[in-house]
C-alpha cells in the first residue's frame, strides 16, 4: 500500500470528511476520493460508507488508519534518529497555547529556546471557545490545553499526551466578601452566591458543576466569559465570584482575594497533546523538553 494514500485514510479519519482533506493537503476533493478508492482496492475490502452527503470510515477503515497513524510514527522516527545524527533540533514548531497557560509557560520557553540556532516556534493562542482541543492535533505541531486529568477520547485517537502540571483552581471573590475571613471554603459556604462564569463543559465551568451536585441547588451565573482578566475585574468590583487559576490570577492586586476549595476536587491539568508521528521530530522534543523545565519552575516557585 502507499504510504501517501495511507495518510490521506488518517486524514479523513481525523477530520472526517475529504472536502477537510483535500483543503489540508492541497488536492482537491476528487483528487482525495481517487486515492481513496485506489487504496480501498489495494486492501481488497471497504473502507469508507455512504454517511448522510458524505462519507465515513467503516471498521476496516478506521483499522486501517490507526495502522496509518503507526506508519507515519514510524517514518518520523526514522527520520528523527538520522535528523539527530546529523544536525541539531531545527525548523519551524507550530504551537496553539491557551492563554493562562501562555501567561505562565511561553516567555520561559522562547527565552530557552532563543540559543538553538535553526529553531523557530511559532505561537498562537488557543480560541476560547473550543472545547475538544485534540481536534486542533491535525493542524498544530503541539496543542497545550487544560482538562480535569488524561481524557480517554486521546488515547482512543492514539495522540502522544505529555502531562506538564496540575494547577489548583480557587474561589476569586472581593477583598470585603463575607468569605474573605476564611482560609478555605466548602461548597455549603458558596451556596446562594452569584458567580461569573465561563463556557459550559470548560475546566472552570466543571468545578461550578460539582459545587452545584454537592449542594443540591444550581448556581446562580449571571455572566459568562472566557477572558480570565475580565473575570477578574467583574470580581474586584463586586459583581459576583469566580472559579480561577492559582498561579496567574492577581490575588490582591486588583481588589480580589483568593481561597481554596476543601472537598470538592477543584484543579486542571495543563498537557501537551501531539500528533505521534509530530511528537517524534527533534524540534518538537525540543520544544516539549522546555514546556517541561518551565512547568516545574513554575511549580517549584509556587510550592507551598
Do not use: Y
Amino acid at each position: 500500500m502507499d504510504v501517501r494514500r495511507l495518510e490521506l485514510l488518517r486524514e479523513l479519519a481525523d477530520r472526517g470528511s475529504v472536502t477537510a482533506v483535500a483543503a489540508a493537503t492541497g488536492r482537491t476533493a476528487s483528487a482525495v476520493s481517487q486515492q481513496l478508492k485506489i487504496l480501498e482496492r489495494e486492501a481488497g475490502v471497504r473502507l469508507t460508507e455512504p454517511a448522510g452527503r458524505g462519507i465515513q470510515l467503516t471498521d476496516a477503515g478506521r483499522t486501517l488508519a490507526r495502522t496509518a497513524q503507526d506508519v507515519a510514527a514510524a517514518i518520523a522516527r526514522a527520520e528523527a534518529v538520522w535528523e539527530d545524527f546529523v544536525e541539531r533540533p531545527s525548523g519551524v514548531v507550530t504551537m496553539t497555547i491557551l492563554p493562562t497557560a501562555g501567561e505562565m509557560l511561553l516567555p520561559g520557553v522562547l527565552h530557552a529556546l532563543a540559543d538553538v540556532p535553526g529553531l523557530e516556534l511559532r505561537c498562537r493562542d488557543l480560541d476560547a471557545d473550543v472545547v475538544d482541543t485534540e481536534d486542533l492535533t491535525p493542524d498544530f505541531d503541539i496543542v497545550l490545553t487544560d482538562s480535569s486529568g488524561v481524557l480517554p477520547r486521546w488515547a482512543e485517537r492514539g495522540l502522544t499526551v505529555v502531562p506538564l502540571l496540575r494547577e489548583a483552581l480557587d474561589v476569586a471573590m472581593p477583598e470585603g466578601h463575607r468569605l474573605a475571613a476564611k482560609t478555605s471554603l466548602s461548597a455549603a459556604d458558596l451556596a446562594g452566591e452569584t458567580w461569573i462564569g465561563t463556557l459550559e463543559g470548560l475546566p472552570f465551568d466543571r468545578v461550578l458543576s460539582r459545587i452545584e451536585r454537592v449542594n443540591g441547588t444550581p448556581a446562580i451565573v449571571t455572566q459568562r466569559f472566557t477572558d480570565n482578566g475580565v473575570v477578574e475585574a467583574l470580581v474586584a468590583a463586586g459583581h459576583g465570584i469566580a472559579i480561577l487559576p492559582r498561579f496567574t490570577t492577581r490575588n490582591h492586586e486588583n481588589g480580589l482575594v483568593t481561597r481554596p476549595l476543601r472537598g470538592v476536587r477543584s484543579s486542571r491539568l495543563l498537557s501537551a497533546l501531539m500528533r505521534p508521528d509530530r511528537a517524534e521530530r527533534p524540534s518538537v522534543r525540543r520544544v516539549v523538553r522546555a514546556l517541561q523545565a518551565e512547568a516545574e519552575s513554575v511549580e517549584s516557585a509556587h510550592a507551598g
